[in-house]
């Protein structure tokens, strides 16, 4: 079945180092590709995403890479911060469905 | 809502009871989902409704567990007969839905409701 595998489970990190979290997929269907961020007490939230069309997105200090080919996808968090600190979870997801396969989840420590 | 909501936020409850944990959707949102996340585990998926279609349930752990959706809004999660291995958050979460072609299928979750089982 549908599997996407995440690693690390756990990075820790000082705070103004970079972050990497990288994310393979098994369903070569799979077209989109969102990354979430779940802090103490709530929720995931999207904090950025990607489809297969692109091959690398930005957003300020988060960036998403994305290797179709090797079904790999990957998140990078440069000058990282204590509030960077919580667990992210990369997904998959593909156009027929709005079903989001989660990998395991990462959780990042940020250490001032 | 502006966001999804969902109660209560916490539940402590007797092994052997039933317990019934309950999602507002975004307002307009068709598709709901539900999933469990044990004490610092990843995002395990329960049940998906979509519209009217057939709930996917090939998530669901056992016949104990079993959810709702009323009107195509409000859903309900019910666990009968609760053991202490059904201790965990239960994150419930909704999207627009397909619309057609490339449709970015973003999930917005509620804070969860924090299961305890004695």
């Known amino acids: 079945g549908e599997n996407v595998e995440q690693h690390p489970s756990t990075l820790s990190v000082q705070e103004g180092d970079s972050a990497v979290i990288k994310c393979t997929y098994s369903?070569?269907?799979?077209?989109?590709f969102p990354w979430y961020k779940q802090e103490l007490g709530k929720g995931p939230q999207l904090i950025i995403d990607?489809?297969?069309?692109?091959g690398e997105k930005k957003d300020q200090r988060i960036a998403v890479t994305l290797n179709k080919t090797a079904k790999h996808f990957s998140l990078h968090i440069t000058e990282t911060q204590p509030e960077d600190s919580a667990v992210y979870f990369c997904?998959?997801?593909?156009?027929?469905?709005?079903?989001?396969?989660f990998g395991t989840g990462t959780r990042l420590q940020v250490f001032p | 809502g502006a966001g999804v909501s969902q109660s209560p936020s916490n539940k402590v409850t007797e092994k052997g009871k039933d317990v019934e944990l309950r999602c507002d959707p975004i307002?307009?949102?068709?598709?709901l989902y539900w999933y469990r996340q044990s004490l610092g585990q990843g995002l395990e998926f329960l049940i998906y409704f979509q519209g009217n279609s057939a709930p996917d349930k090939s998530g669901l752990p056992s016949d104990r567990f079993s959810a709702e959706r009323t009107g195509g809004s409000v859903s309900t999660l019910t666990i009968q007969r609760t053991q202490q291995e059904d201790s965990a958050v239960y994150l419930c979460a909704s999207s627009s839905g397909l619309a057609g072609g490339l449709v970015k299928n973003i999930q917005y979750f509620g804070a969860g409701t924090r299961l305890s089982v004695l």
């Open positions: 990607i489809r297969s069309n692109v």
């Open positions: 997904a998959a997801g593909s156009y027929n469905t709005d079903k989001l396969i």
């Open positions: 369903d070569s269907a799979s077209n989109y």
């Open positions: 307002s307009g949102h068709t598709a």
